[in-house]
């Protein structure tokens, strides 16, 4: 394990017992404390506790452990969850993938965590969201290439439908001062018209 650490509201951890704040030292339950955000953090060794009072008057947030291991047996990259309990696994930065894995795990309680990186490391759980999965989606070029087309197809169906405006408006006035003799051909082609623009 590289690190454990126990995370404090910063505004609630002021009603704590033995709370100090020695220029942005400090101190609570005799423990030293430090920044992180609006957080506040102690290291914590793995017999350590979640101060019961902290828990008791909402200030307690979560515990958080580091863990680096080596890749052999594999082990699937991503998110994984069990109870209160959350990790992400992921190579080692900057010490190449085939070198050793990056755990990091929240919860927020103790067991939970141990839990869930005892099955990490046994390979009795897998992640509910995967680094590994194939990757959907689109692309940016063929995104903007779709949207592109669809800006010609507006430009076009504009048009269409400017030319089915004037389509009806001239069936409208035919049928409003009266058709030629052949008035059932005059109609069937005008409605041709404008079947022939919609499609």
């Known amino acids: 394990m590289l690190s454990l650490r126990c995370y404090l509201n910063t505004e609630k951890a002021k009603g704590l017992s033995g709370y ?36 008791e008057k909402g200030a307690f947030e979560f515990i958080s452990a ?28 900057g010490r190449g993938k085939e070198t050793s894995y990056f755990l990091m795990i929240q919860a927020k309680k103790m067991e939970d965590l141990k839990k869930l990186y005892h ?3 046994t390979g009795t759980i897998r992640p509910s969201e995967s680094y590994e999965a194939e990757q959907g989606g689109k692309a940016g070029e063929e995104l903007e290439q779709e949207l592109g087309l669809a800006k010609l197809r507006i430009k076009e169906l504009e048009k269409t439908q400017s030319s089915v405006h004037v389509l009806l408006i001239n ?5 409003i001062w009266g058709w030629p003799l ?12 404008i079947i022939i623009k919609v499609l």
Request: glycine share 8%.
């Open 20 to 55: 100090q704040n020695d220029g942005g030292l400090f101190k609570i339950f005799g423990d030293c404390y430090f920044p992180e955000g609006n957080l506040l953090f102690c290291n914590m060794n793995e017999a350590g506790k979640i101060p019961a009072e902290a828990v």
């Open 66 to 93: 580091i863990y680096s291991f080596n890749v052999s047996p594999y082990r699937e990259r991503g998110v994984y969850k069990l109870d209160t309990a959350q990790a992400t696994l992921d190579y080692s930065e």
């Open 119 to 121: 099955q990490i490391r």
């Open 171 to 175: 069936l409208h006035t035919k049928v």
């Open 182 to 193: 052949c008035w059932k051909q005059s109609i069937r082609r005008a409605i041709n018209e």
